[in-house]
């Protein structure tokens, strides 16, 4: 009796510990990124088939614990001594709980595969975006919109992006979890992914495949706007780096086209043409740096000039030994590229 006793409060331990789990579970979906809040159409699809899964599962969990109770405490011995019927089994039970699951399963396949489809591909109108994973930051070329911008992809309100995914390096993982999906970056492969955000905001992204030292410092984000705004920002990043009017900005060009920047990184208009790291035309017009692993303030692009591997290890951007003066300056130019 006592060994039945311990074996329950297992089980109602065990159902607790469950609870508790699905609690926290179904907490992460108010917090951002999470699968659990997405706001694009294939998000919600994905995460309609998930928590029907979970329902199902659940549905199944209860019920076999439920039969493990009741078969626990209705056929639990009498007698230490007493030797219950032997019997072969119940071929009618058998067969009922082996068919009850092959439907089951076959449900959850019908819906998986539903929703495979209805997300495999993009609308035919969405806008091309090409993604390119480096060691360790993102680089996003519009090519329709002759556009090329790093770790921050700004896409329009309600319309869907077709996301070309690559790489130059080793393999990577674009994903982005409140838009759905995620896909593999492999080098002289193109992946397909479509996104679409139908609410104004701000969502976060990592590379989700481990490719060296810095791994988790690989980051992303896709800041969705409304359609004329995205308009103006196109238009905005079409245009030249504007020349620097600002003494210090000034004194922070010449040393940027006198160090070996120019032949790392491109800003049009100027005779840096480098292709090695991102695009620096508009950098003062991004919300984040160093691979999206720091805010774009003065105070953050100082310390990536002053000593880039510190702050990322790894980092193919070496320390430049720069002189305070030269950075505050650099600071000054960069942080003008609107």
């Not at 990043?237 to 040393?255: E, K, N, S, W």
Request: charged share 15%; glycine share 8%; hydrophobic share 45%.
């Amino acid at each position: 009796m006592v060994e039945i006793q311990r074996m329950g409060r297992r089980v109602l331990q065990g159902i607790g510990w469950a609870l508790l789990g699905a609690g926290a579970l179904a907490g992460c979906a108010a917090r951002s990124p999470s699968v659990l809040a997405p706001v694009s159409p294939k998000g919600r699809a994905e995460a309609e088939l998930f928590w029907f899964i979970v329902a199902i599962t659940a549905a199944v969990f209860v019920l076999v614990e439920a039969l493990l109770l009741y078969a626990i405490f209705r056929f639990r011995a009498r007698d230490p001594q007493a030797i219950p019927p032997q019997i072969h089994g119940n071929n009618a039970l058998e067969i009922s709980w082996t068919t009850a699951t092959a439907l089951g399963l076959a449900l959850i396949f019908a819906m998986t595969w539903r929703t495979m489809a209805a997300t495999a591909r993009p609308p035919s109108d969405a806008l091309p975006v090409k993604v390119i994973g480096h060691q360790w930051w993102w680089e996003f070329q519009y090519p329709t919109l002759g556009i090329t911008t790093a770790n921050e992809l700004v896409i329009p309100v309600g319309r869907a992006v077709r996301a070309e995914v690559t790489s130059k390096d080793v393999i990577h993982s674009f994903w982005v979890p409140q838009l759905g999906g995620k896909m593999d970056a492999i080098p002289g492969r193109e992946n397909v992914l479509w996104l679409q955000a139908d609410i104004e905001g701000v969502y976060y992204g990592q590379c989700a495949e481990l490719c060296g030292i810095s791994h988790a410092n690989m980051r992303l984000r896709v800041r969705a706007v409304p359609a004329a705004e995205f308009d103006r920002w196109v238009e905005a990043q079409r245009a030249p780096a504007t020349p620097p009017t600002d003494p210090l900005a000034q004194q922070g060009f010449q040393v940027f086209m006198g160090k070996a920047c120019v032949g790392c990184h491109t800003i049009a208009g100027t005779k840096a043409q480098g292709q090695v790291g991102p695009d620096l035309t508009h950098v003062g017009s991004r919300s984040i740096i160093a691979g999206g692993l720091l805010e774009n303030t003065p105070e953050n692009l100082a310390r990536w000039l002053d000593n880039p591997p510190a702050i990322k290890p790894g980092s193919l951007m070496p320390r430049l030994n720069l002189t305070p003066q030269e950075i505050q300056a650099l600071v000054a130019y960069l942080s003008s590229l609107k």
